[in-house]
């Protein structure tokens, strides 16, 4: 039985375009692409890469097209031989690789198909089939299931009744741990996953977002390589895949990609749906916008730092003498009420001892006028000329 690589290396599979009738197509010469080279006992694989390999540039647009990725739920990663879908003693995946292939020409949609993390007794048991964008799940499929599993689902894309399918909810991660491929991924991808869970426990994130280990999705020079499919804000199942993501990324990826449903451009691979061009021009896109609302943001804050400025007249030459006429103004009003107050207190010194001391105390007062507010001095004076003619006018009647 010849092998696929579209189960373990997805990614490498000579993608046909939206319109062919044949999703997949399976290539038997693995070794030679990109520059991947086999040891001789045949347990491990590596792509070779170079310091040009590294950096975010390279991301965009690494991903090949592809419209549903079917996930099979299987064992655990320190069990995976390099080509699960071709081993011996691994039957379930290997046929189910097989049939995907002999009925590629009749599906509809180009499909992946990929091994993930089960264990019975847990949310993910051997046999579960999980597809994307679908976003259900089919339990307990067995190998005596799979050719009316493929026929019914992947084919004529209707329900496979015998397996009562499920609606699934929330975010699903999956991250490349496939060490028997590459050791990148074998080592790194466990600390990933397990980053990952932490941090779902510390948000409170439990039940609405799952991570799983899984077998090769292409790019091990990307490691650590993650994809992240749910809802985006619009309701729509998007796929999204990172690459270079570290541990300190992750806190991040939850934040960011999926509290908040924005790309976390840096580490973006690429995206379910897109082909690889277009993948660029969507990550081009989302720059322009960033950098005009960018601009944006710069002419607000430039129109109110002019309203600011129209508010407050700057200290120029014509503002200077605005305020020194003001200040002439003011000069002004307060001399002549100062001399207003000096005259009705002048006619009340013929009065009493008492009227005389106010007098004395309102002409010390007077010299330090110059310090005050001009209409609270002239209502102090004024108050005090009253009572000055009050009392003098109370001695006469009596």
């Not at 064992?75 to 002999?102: C, G, M, Q, Y």
């Not at 001391?357 to 005090?384: G, H, I, P, Q």
Request: glycine share 8%.
């Amino acid at each position: 039985m010849g092998s696929g690589r579209y189960l373990d290396d997805p990614l490498t599979f000579t993608r046909n375009p939206p319109s062919s009738s044949s999703p997949i197509t399976v290539s038997n010469h693995l070794d030679s692409f990109l520059g991947e080279s086999t040891s001789r006992s045949g347990s491990f694989e590596s792509e070779s890469i170079s310091d040009a390999d590294f950096g975010p540039e390279i991301l965009a647009g690494s991903v090949q097209f592809y419209e549903r990725h079917v996930f099979l739920c299987y064992k655990k990663p320190s069990v995976w031989p390099a080509r699960i879908e071709a081993s011996e003693f691994d039957r379930l995946p290997r046929l189910l690789s097989s049939v995907v292939s002999a009925r590629k020409s009749s599906m509809k949609k180009e499909t992946l198909l990929t091994i993930c993390e089960g264990h019975d007794g847990t949310e993910t048991s051997n046999g579960d089939v999980l597809i994307f964008p679908d976003m259900i799940r089919y339990r307990r499929l067995t190998h005596f299931d799979v050719d009316t599993f493929v026929e019914e689902v992947l084919v004529k894309d209707v329900e496979w009744l015998p397996g009562n399918p499920e609606r699934l909810s929330g975010s699903y991660v999956f991250v490349c741990c496939h060490g028997s491929r590459d050791r990148r991924c074998g080592d790194f991808g466990p600390s990933l996953v397990s980053r990952f869970r932490e941090e779902i426990e510390l948000c409170g994130l439990r039940g609405e977002v799952s991570v799983s280990p899984c077998s090769h999705i292409g790019g091990h020079k990307y490691t650590g390589d993650v994809i992240i499919y749910g809802s985006n804000i619009n309701q729509r199942v998007t796929g999204h895949w990172y690459g270079f993501v570290t541990l300190e990324d992750v806190p991040q990826l939850l934040e960011q990609h999926i509290n908040k449903g924005e790309i976390v451009d840096r580490l973006w691979r690429g995206e379910m749906g897109l082909l690889e061009e277009d993948q660029k021009k969507t990550q081009e896109q989302r720059f322009q916008e960033q950098n005009g609302e960018m601009i944006s943001n710069r002419e607000v804050i430039q129109e109110s730092a002019n309203r600011q400025s129209r508010a407050v007249p700057e200290l120029n030459g014509d503002y200077c003498q605005q305020m020194e006429n003001h200040t002439q103004n003011i000069t002004s009003e307060r001399d002549i009420s100062v001399k207003n107050a000096s005259f009705v207190i002048s006619r009340s010194k013929n009065g009493s001892s008492c009227g005389a001391k106010v007098c004395a105390a309102l002409s010390m007062w007077l010299e330090n006028w110059e310090r005050e507010d001009t209409y609270a001095a002239l209502s102090v004076a004024c108050a005090a000329a009253s009572v000055v003619i009050a009392y003098n006018c109370y001695k006469q009647l009596k």
